[in-house]
């Protein structure tokens, strides 16, 4: 099972901009699904974006879509998620997520997500 390791949440000022990032350690990164989910306070975890493993095609939830963006480079084991315009209700804590099960369409709605966690990294956006 992979081991992942969540970065680069902070505090921002709405329209801001923050990368997150995600350094997962063992082996075959490749061959792994990666997205991000979150989760505000009081609320269910949250689909945020995935990306398949080849990185051949992401997929975003409605709220982020046109503003955040996914992206991965395998030789570096790590998943990136860019977001700019942030908005308060953006405020949340951002997981990290491995799926082995890559046959699996990783869209909004669709999929859970695997078994392994980050720890997550707090983004808050003030307004």
């Known amino acids: 099972q992979v081991q992942l390791v969540e970065s680069g949440g902070g505090l921002v000022q709405a329209g801001g901009s923050l990368r997150l990032s995600c350094l997962a350690s063992?082996?075959?990164?490749?061959?792994?699904?990666m997205g991000w989910f979150r989760q505000a306070p009081g609320k269910d975890r949250e689909f945020v974006a995935s990306i398949t493993y080849s990185g051949s095609a992401a997929y975003y939830s409605d709220s982020v879509k046109g503003r955040f963006t996914i992206s991965r480079v395998n030789v570096r084991s790590t998943v990136y998620l860019q977001m700019n315009n942030l908005k308060p209700e953006d405020t949340a804590v951002y997981y990290c997520?491995?799926?082995?099960?890559?046959?699996?369409?990783?869209?909004?709605?669709?999929?859970?997500?695997?078994?392994?966690w980050g720890q997550g990294t707090q983004v808050t956006v003030s307004s």
């Open positions: 063992g082996p075959n990164f490749g061959a792994y699904t």
């Open positions: 997520n491995a799926d082995s099960r890559i046959w699996l369409v990783p869209a909004a709605g669709r999929w859970p997500g695997g078994d392994s």
